[in-house]
């Protein structure tokens, strides 16, 4: 028999539709690649769950699942983007920690399990994907599952204390001792899983939720995840791509273009880039009429409160820039809440003299390697990165920087706009070998083949 890739994910492909974030883009060659299924939310809702939809996308074999809407609702904007997603990234006072939550979570994981059942074959490598789908593998095991199970989660690990804000955090972290094989974005994510596995975690309980379950028998380690630097590095240079960056140019006025490409979430570090921004403006007046700032923000997630509310802070801080700094022939600042394609993304890329990738914590941040994928060798951009982006452990060569602190920020724009063109092109080689090294199908490669020899109990 021989062996197929099951991947298993909250998002997948559409036809017609580009893949959506970095995960989706990312699986999508991947699969192409090894052959298999794709299994996850058609993005559909229904009031009773019927068989699953197998689709062909793109010459991958998809299996839609719909959900029903309040299952949903719970999974997805609650226990997944309210609770997981604000702890996980170190913003517990962001959480709303509500029962039902995790009660909707539970049951999506299992309609996922029920639906996965009958598709299996022994051979098959099940590959499970981030937060929305931790218990998966459990459940998939209490159902008789016995291939090989791996689950890799995108975002960060918390800390032990974080962690421990989540009421029903025994139970989910618990449930990872059912993969053979955890990978984790970065060292200091494998660090955090190791310090709540160790024996001091469990001193607690004052009222426990579920039993105890020791979790140090999981079998976690680094994976990066990376880009298709390659393919990126072909969109920049496309006839069409660089006729509209053409365009654009005429429209800043052929100014230093300053650039961050972010979803619109509280985790990007959008206000303290802002004022960062606005400190160079203020600090080093010299920029002034010289630089151009585009943040391009895709809405993301806006059923969450948490999320609506960054959309008017943003909107209030922009105006502010502007109305401090903008004349009548030079905006400062421009700040676009829409998706672009790739390709438009890698022309502005490529245009950028600086790519700003600032978030305050982020699981790797692939706008970072796709900023450097996207660089004319020979007049290369320069990345400004955070030292809180799982990207700054195989990206040294950075200008790595402390989100939270606007000088020092600053004072890496003004290093980034004066950084003469040797040294542009020493870190651009450097950087440009760490993205090779880590790209997309070493990631998936190097996963794959340790869940094939992971040690099975
Ligand atoms: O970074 C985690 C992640 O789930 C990515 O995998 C995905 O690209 C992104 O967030 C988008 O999230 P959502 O599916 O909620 O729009």
Not at 42 to 68: A, K, Y
Not at 79 to 107: K, Q
Not at 202 to 216: E, I, M, N, Y
Not at 358 to 366: I, Q, S, V, Y
């Given at each position: 028999?021989?062996?197929?890739?099951?991947?298993?994910?909250?998002?997948?492909?559409?036809?017609?539709?580009?893949?959506?974030?970095?995960?989706?883009?990312?699986?999508?060659?991947?699969?192409?690649?090894?052959g298999?299924?794709w299994?996850?939310?058609?993005?559909?809702?229904?009031?009773?769950?019927?068989?699953?939809?197998?689709?062909?996308?793109?010459?991958?074999?998809?299996?839609?699942?719909?959900?029903?809407?309040?299952?949903?609702?719970?999974?997805?904007?609650?226990?997944?983007?309210?609770?997981?997603?604000?702890?996980?990234?170190?913003?517990?006072?962001?959480?709303?920690?509500?029962?039902?939550?995790?009660?909707?979570?539970?049951?999506?994981?299992?309609?996922?399990?029920?639906?996965?059942?009958?598709?299996?074959?022994?051979?098959?490598?099940?590959?499970?994907?981030?937060?929305?789908?931790?218990?998966?593998?459990?459940?998939?095991?209490d159902?008789?599952v016995?291939?090989?199970?791996?689950?890799?989660?995108?975002?960060?690990?918390?800390?032990?204390?974080?962690?421990?804000?989540?009421?029903?955090?025994?139970?989910?972290?618990?449930?990872?001792?059912?993969?053979?094989?955890?990978?984790?974005?970065?060292?200091?994510d494998?660090?955090?899983?190791?310090?709540?596995?160790?024996?001091?975690?469990?001193v607690?309980?004052?009222?426990?939720?579920?039993?105890?379950?020791?979790?140090?028998?999981?079998?976690?380690?680094?994976?990066?995840?990376?880009?298709?630097?390659?393919?990126?590095?072909?969109?920049?240079e496309?006839?069409?791509?660089?006729?509209?960056?053409?365009?654009?140019?005429?429209?800043?006025?052929?100014?230093?273009l300053?650039?961050?490409?972010?979803r619109?979430?509280?985790?990007?570090?959008?206000?303290?880039?802002?004022?960062?921004?606005?400190?160079?403006?203020?600090?080093?007046?010299?920029?002034?009429?010289?630089?151009?700032?585009?943040?391009?923000?895709?809405?993301?997630?806006?059923?969450?409160?948490?999320?609506?509310?960054?959309?008017?802070?943003?909107?209030?801080?922009?105006?502010?820039?502007?109305?401090?700094?903008?004349?009548?022939?030079?905006?400062?600042?421009?700040?676009?809440?829409?998706?672009?394609?790739?390709?438009?993304?890698?022309g502005?890329?490529?245009?950028?003299?600086?790519?700003?990738?600032?978030?305050?914590r982020?699981?790797?941040?692939?706008?970072?390697?796709?900023?450097?994928?996207?660089?004319?060798?020979?007049?290369?951009?320069v990345?400004?990165?955070?030292?809180?982006?799982?990207?700054?452990e195989?990206?040294p060569?950075?200008?790595?920087?402390?989100?939270?602190?606007?000088?020092?920020?600053?004072?890496?724009?003004?290093?980034?706009?004066?950084?003469?063109?040797d040294?542009?092109?020493?870190?651009?080689?450097?950087l440009?070998?760490?993205?090779?090294?880590?790209?997309?199908?070493?990631?998936?490669d190097?996963?794959?083949?340790?869940?094939?020899?992971?040690?099975?109990?």
């Amino acid at each position: 028999m021989t062996e197929r890739l099951v991947v298993v994910s909250n998002r997948t492909p559409k036809p017609g539709k580009v893949a959506a974030g970095g995960l989706a883009a990312a699986l999508d060659g991947v699969l192409k690649q090894l052959g298999g299924i794709w299994v996850g939310w058609s993005g559909d809702f229904t009031e009773q769950p019927g068989e699953p939809r197998h689709l062909d996308v793109g010459g991958n074999e998809i299996v839609h699942i719909d959900l029903n809407k309040a299952d949903h609702a719970a999974y997805y904007a609650g226990y997944s983007n309210s609770v997981l997603w604000p702890t996980f990234h170190m913003r517990p006072e962001l959480a709303r920690f509500n029962t039902d939550f995790y009660e909707g979570y539970i049951r999506v994981n299992e309609q996922f399990a029920d639906a996965l059942l009958p598709l299996l074959k022994p051979d098959d490598l099940i590959w499970v994907h981030d937060y929305h789908l931790i218990p998966l593998g459990q459940l998939l095991r209490d159902r008789g599952v016995k291939n090989r199970i791996g689950f890799f989660l995108h975002i960060p690990f918390p800390t032990p204390e974080a962690l421990s804000a989540i009421p029903s955090h025994r139970h989910l972290i618990g449930s990872l001792n059912a993969y053979d094989l955890v990978g984790l974005q970065a060292k200091r994510d494998v660090a955090a899983l190791e310090d709540f596995a160790s024996p001091v975690e469990f001193v607690r309980p004052r009222r426990s939720s579920g039993p105890l379950v020791p979790v140090t028998g999981v079998n976690a380690s680094v994976f990066p995840i990376g880009s298709d630097p390659e393919a990126f590095a072909r969109m920049a240079e496309l006839p069409a791509t660089r006729k509209a960056m053409a365009t654009f140019n005429k429209s800043i006025a052929d100014r230093q273009l300053i650039l961050g490409v972010d979803r619109l979430d509280y985790t990007k570090g959008l206000p303290q880039r802002i004022e960062a921004y606005e400190r160079l403006l203020a600090d080093y007046p010299e920029y002034r009429r010289k630089v151009s700032f585009l943040q391009v923000a895709p809405a993301s997630r806006d059923t969450i409160q948490q999320y609506q509310e960054i959309t008017g802070n943003l909107d209030y801080q922009c105006g502010r820039v502007m109305g401090r700094f903008a004349e009548i022939d030079w905006q400062p600042l421009n700040y676009v809440k829409r998706a672009y394609g790739q390709s438009t993304l890698a022309g502005l890329y490529r245009t950028a003299r600086v790519g700003l990738v600032t978030p305050l914590r982020d699981g790797m941040n692939l706008v970072a390697h796709e900023f450097v994928a996207s660089q004319d060798p020979e007049n290369p951009g320069v990345l400004v990165l955070s030292i809180f982006a799982g990207a700054a452990e195989i990206m040294p060569d950075a200008l790595l920087v402390n989100p939270y602190d606007a000088d020092e920020t600053a004072h890496a724009i003004d290093l980034a706009l004066k950084m003469p063109l040797d040294e542009r092109k020493e870190r651009w080689a450097k950087l440009r070998a760490d993205i090779e090294r880590h790209n997309i199908h070493a990631w998936a490669d190097d996963f794959l083949r340790v869940l094939r020899e992971a040690p099975r109990p």
